[in-house]
């Protein structure tokens, strides 16, 4: 029952999050470096990450897990950005258009989470 992660949408979506979440955080102080920068860039990467894993598993049970995993990821990132944002790290244009995205990735992990059947 594996899926063709690639060819997912929200995977594409997480995709696309990951790579601005990285050019974002090439502007914050090098003093970040260890703290939110790393900490936005790992949920950044989990997000896509995790939705890949679940496609290669071999249930929808698993993959329904890795979903809510990828999910909870992008839940993370957006309270980092927000928080981001508040320390003016980040424009709050910057964060509007990624917390559109992310909501947008939430919803398309909701769908595919409720299409799965055992």
């Not at 999050?17 to 914050?28: E, G, I, K, P, S």
């Not at 939110?36 to 496609?55: D, H, K, P």
């Not at 990828?70 to 509007?96: D, K, M, P, R």
Request: aromatic fraction near 12%.
């Amino acid at each position: 029952m594996k899926h063709r992660f690639k060819e997912l949408k929200v995977w594409q979506k997480a995709m696309e999050v990951a790579r601005l979440t990285y050019q974002h955080c090439a502007n914050f102080p090098a003093d970040e470096r260890f703290g939110l920068i790393s900490q936005m860039r790992r949920a950044a990467v989990s997000i896509a990450s995790n939705v890949a894993e679940g496609a290669g598993r071999d249930s929808a049970k698993e993959f329904r897990h890795f979903l809510f995993i990828a999910n909870g990821s992008a839940y993370e990132l957006e309270t980092q950005y927000l928080l981001a944002e508040s320390f003016g790290y980040v424009t709050t244009e910057a964060v509007q258009e990624i917390c559109r995205s992310l909501e947008e990735v939430q919803r398309m992990i909701y769908g595919l989470q409720k299409s799965l059947t055992d």
